[in-house]
């Protein structure tokens, strides 16, 4: 893994703006993204440049199950609200949140992965060390599956709900199968809280009780971290 270490969140946002805009100037054409708040900086930076992806294809890693694509806390109205409204793709791809048929869903969107193999995907990291949605204990061999969210991660993302209670208990996700298929990788944590799971990826063992840690096995990962997310790391990067 080639691990950047930068001050804040806004330095990680250029960061990430750099790996974007060196995949676009060397061909990239299918942009594996991401919401939460840890990519927004990156998002923010591209929204400023010239960068153009009217001639590139976006596949998101996830979305709550239950939720209709114009409710505003559906992540597809944050990529709308973040990215796509000011840099548009020739087409963006989502799970549906609303999909009357999950297991019908699940397969049409690995198909969409199928037929859009992904030159570059940006990854945040939840708290408990899980990517997409993939949380502790899943398998590695799956795709796009349906997951029932852990306390943990239902907390977390309280933030942006007017209540626990209200967020959605299930979401659909790329499945680390899917995830480990793209050519390259960016993952960025940004903040103390990210600090146990950005060690337990990077210098921790090999397993499903981490799920990022997976990406010690990948050949093309680079990880833009703060000083804070980078503050339990034994070695200095
Ligand atoms: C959510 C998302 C992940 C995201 C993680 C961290 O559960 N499914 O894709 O990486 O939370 O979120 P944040 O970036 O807001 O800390």
Same mark, same amino acid.
């Given at each position: 893994?080639?691990?950047?270490?930068?001050?804040?969140?806004?330095?990680?946002? @250029?960061?990430?703006?750099?790996?974007?805009?060196?995949?676009? *100037?060397?061909?990239?054409?299918?942009?594996?993204?991401?919401?939460?708040?840890?990519?927004?900086?990156?998002?923010?930076?591209?929204?400023?440049?010239?960068?153009?992806?009217?001639?590139?294809?976006?596949?998101?890693? *996830?979305?709550?199950?239950?939720?209709?694509?114009?409710?505003?806390?559906?992540? &597809?109205?944050?990529?709308?609200?973040?990215?796509?409204?000011?840099?548009?793709?020739?087409?963006?791809?989502?799970?549906?949140?609303?999909?009357?048929?999950?297991?019908?869903?699940?397969?049409?969107? *690995?198909?969409?992965?199928?037929?859009?193999?992904? *030159?570059?995907?940006?990854?945040?990291?939840?708290?408990?060390?899980?990517?997409?949605?993939?949380?502790?204990?899943?398998?590695?061999? @799956?795709?796009?599956? @349906?997951?029932?969210?852990?306390?943990?991660?239902?907390?977390?993302?309280?933030?942006?709900?007017?209540?626990?209670?209200?967020?959605?208990?299930?979401?659909?996700?790329?499945?680390?199968?899917?995830?480990?298929?793209? &050519?390259?990788?960016?993952?960025?944590?940004?903040?103390?809280?990210?600090?146990?799971?950005?060690?337990?990826?990077?210098?921790?063992?090999?397993? @499903?009780?981490?799920?990022?840690?997976?990406?010690?096995?990948?050949?093309?990962?680079?990880?833009?971290?703060?000083?804070?997310?980078?503050?339990?790391?034994?070695?200095?990067?």
């Amino acid at each position: 893994m080639k691990v950047i270490v930068v001050k804040d969140q806004a330095a990680g946002g @250029v960061e990430g703006y750099k790996v974007f805009k060196n995949a676009l *100037d060397n061909g990239a054409k299918v942009f594996g993204l991401a919401t939460g708040s840890t990519p927004v900086t990156t998002y923010q930076e591209i929204v400023k440049s010239d960068l153009d992806f009217s001639n590139c294809t976006s596949v998101n890693l *996830d979305e709550y199950v239950g939720i209709a694509p114009e409710n505003e806390q559906s992540y &597809k109205y944050f990529m709308k609200s973040h990215l796509f409204d000011q840099k548009p793709f020739k087409e963006s791809f989502l799970p549906n949140g609303l999909a009357a048929n999950p297991a019908e869903e699940v397969k049409r969107y *690995d198909k969409v992965i199928d037929e859009h193999p992904i *030159d570059l995907q940006i990854l945040g990291i939840g708290r408990n060390g899980h990517i997409g949605f993939n949380e502790p204990g899943t398998s590695r061999d @799956v795709t796009t599956h @349906v997951v029932d969210l852990t306390e943990s991660t239902i907390e977390a993302n309280a933030r942006f709900f007017a209540s626990e209670n209200d967020v959605p208990k299930q979401a659909f996700s790329m499945g680390l199968a899917s995830i480990m298929k793209s &050519k390259h990788l960016i993952l960025e944590a940004f903040g103390e809280n990210k600090a146990d799971a950005i060690k337990g990826m990077i210098e921790g063992p090999d397993t @499903v009780d981490c799920p990022a840690s997976i990406l010690q096995n990948h050949a093309n990962v680079t990880v833009i971290i703060d000083e804070a997310a980078a503050s339990k790391l034994s070695k200095k990067y």
